[in-house]
């Protein structure tokens, strides 16, 4: 169905939570920062996902069910796919290309159609292969280590943590309802720039036609690039014991 790849399967998550059956798993598409942008910007385990039911803690429970062999080939399937996947804004009112639409859109989607229209022949798989040539040979080749980093740069080298030691730490059951550092430290990388760029916009600007989109797609592209090096990562650490990437 999906031809051997994760990429046509991604949406499944975001497909199958508005069905009955898969209600349950709307919170875990998220982590809902209690922080207050864009005056402080910050992502908490203990405080926005003290209920155990948010994207971080998710990471943790799919890892496990990805190498269960008790489950059935249709389970391991489903944890693949929501390892797949990663949401804020939907009740902000902003204008993009003329039309009303909300600030999670915008970003989510508005502004991700524009840039493929405009750069990829409309094509997600050019602009997949473009980035990849990115972070093989061209200007991510040098940022892409820090990517999957998972300590910040101020905690001592004996203490930082790696993927390895937060897939070891799941598989060790030291981490049932986490500490997960790398999905944590990435959450925050991207709450991050809701202070330092998503909302500085001006009251009735088209986000879609002014330099606001000009200056978001560096960030867009960058954080498509994070998510699928980072996903490659992880499952390559899941099934293979190391990231084993450039």
């Given amino acids: 169905m999906y031809n051997e790849s994760l990429g046509p399967a991604a949406p499944w998550a975001d497909d199958v939570r508005s069905e009955a059956g898969f209600s349950w798993s709307s919170a875990l598409h998220f982590v809902d920062a209690e922080d207050n942008p864009p005056t402080s910007c910050s992502v908490s385990e203990s405080r926005d996902c003290g209920n155990g039911r948010c994207i971080l803690t998710a990471i943790a429970n799919y890892t496990t069910r990805v190498v269960d062999k008790s489950l059935s080939a249709e389970q391991i399937q489903e944890a693949l796919k929501f390892l797949a996947i990663e949401v804020g804004g939907n009740d902000i009112s902003v204008k993009c290309s003329g039309s009303t639409s ?105 986000l879609c036609t002014s330099s606001y989109f000009t200056n978001a797609v560096p960030i867009i592209e960058t954080q498509i690039a994070k998510g699928g090096y980072r996903l490659a990562a992880w499952l390559n650490t899941i099934f293979d014991g190391a990231t084993n990437l450039p």
């Fill in 102 to 206: 909300n600030l999670h859109a915008v970003w989510d989607t508005d502004m991700i159609e524009k840039l493929l229209k405009a750069n990829y022949s409309n094509s997600v798989t050019v602009w997949a292969n473009a980035l990849a040539t990115r972070i093989k040979s061209g200007d991510f080749k040098s940022e892409a280590p820090s990517w999957i980093s998972c300590s910040s740069i101020t905690t001592p080298a004996s203490k930082r943590r790696s993927v390895e030691d937060d897939i070891a730490a799941i598989f060790e059951k030291r981490a049932t309802i986490t500490p997960l550092e790398c999905p944590l430290q990435w959450a925050q990388d991207a709450n991050a720039f809701d202070c330092s760029f998503v909302f500085s916009f001006t009251s009735g600007e088209d």
